[in-house]
């Protein structure tokens, strides 16, 4: 079994928990220790508990805490070689590097990372799996690759980007480079492009969707229900949101 939670997901910080077994990890760490300790003691966890974690990439909302939680919480950091060597967060620490395409293990849980564009050195995104069920997580991307495509095929759950709605962001208040800069191929997934890829990948075995890292200024959470629920055909109130302040509570696969 795995089940899996988000602690918070946006530009104010990221976390995302994942537990297999007796194996627990945490995927980014964009929140101060007391901050983190406070959002998972609502999902009944113990920053002690935790046995690795693994980072993304090294924007600020995705490594601002990890330094400081790794050191007080004993966790063994992962991240991949471009990350490690960007993220100036991860030179306090010991690191344990990973290719960007290879599988590994901790614990009970397999991990394949795998790379996607974005504005980072060496970004990657994870598919989790106990052997039997499959945990696709894409929360940072410009645009969606064939291998991206190939990676989050017949997952059993997917979080998913949902950035920004197009229109919003087009008509927003933010100066024209940072709209470029998030609409890029570099940037970030808007709701329709992340309802694109759900359609191409969902599979008859799928249980959850959750999406995440919604903009507050450029998107709601009905309008990327709405686009996921369109792809699958489903009502809108079956797609999950993880959101900033309360994230999502514990899904199980």
């Not at 100036?88 to 290879?102: K, M, P, T």
């Not at 989790?128 to 069920?133: L, T």
């Not at 997952?155 to 024209?176: F, I």
């Not at 969707?209 to 686009?227: D, G, K, M, Y």
Request: glycine share 10%.
């Amino acid at each position: 079994m795995i089940r899996f939670a988000s602690l918070g997901s946006g530009s104010k910080g990221n976390a995302l928990i994942v537990e297999a077994g007796g194996t627990r990890v945490l995927v980014d760490c964009g929140f101060g220790p007391r901050e983190l300790s406070r959002r998972l003691a609502r999902l009944g966890v113990t920053p002690e508990s935790i046995h690795a974690l693994l980072v993304t990439h090294e924007h600020h909302d995705h490594v601002a805490g990890v330094a400081r939680c790794a050191a007080r919480f004993g966790w063994v950091v992962h991240a991949s070689y471009g990350t490690a060597a960007a993220a100036r967060q991860l030179r306090e620490i010991a690191v344990q590097r990973f290719d960007s395409h290879h599988r590994f293990a901790i614990g009970d849980l397999e991990i394949q990372p795998f790379p996607v564009p974005h504005d980072a050195h060496e970004p990657t995104q994870f598919v989790f799996s106990d052997g039997a069920r499959r945990l696709g997580v894409l929360t940072d991307s410009g645009t969606v690759t064939p291998h991206i495509v190939a990676m989050l095929r017949e997952c059993t759950a997917l979080v998913l980007e949902c950035n920004h709605d197009a229109g919003m962001l087009a008509a927003g208040r933010y100066p024209p480079p940072l709209k470029q800069r998030i609409a890029s191929a570099w940037g970030h997934l808007d709701n329709g492009q992340a309802a694109e890829l759900l359609r191409t990948v969902a599979g008859a075995g799928l249980r959850h969707v959750v999406a995440a890292h919604l903009s507050e200024e450029n998107n709601t959470p009905a309008l990327a229900r709405a686009a996921l629920a369109a792809a699958l055909g489903c009502s809108a109130d079956w797609i999950g949101v993880a959101d900033q302040n309360d994230g999502c509570d514990w899904r199980t696969l």
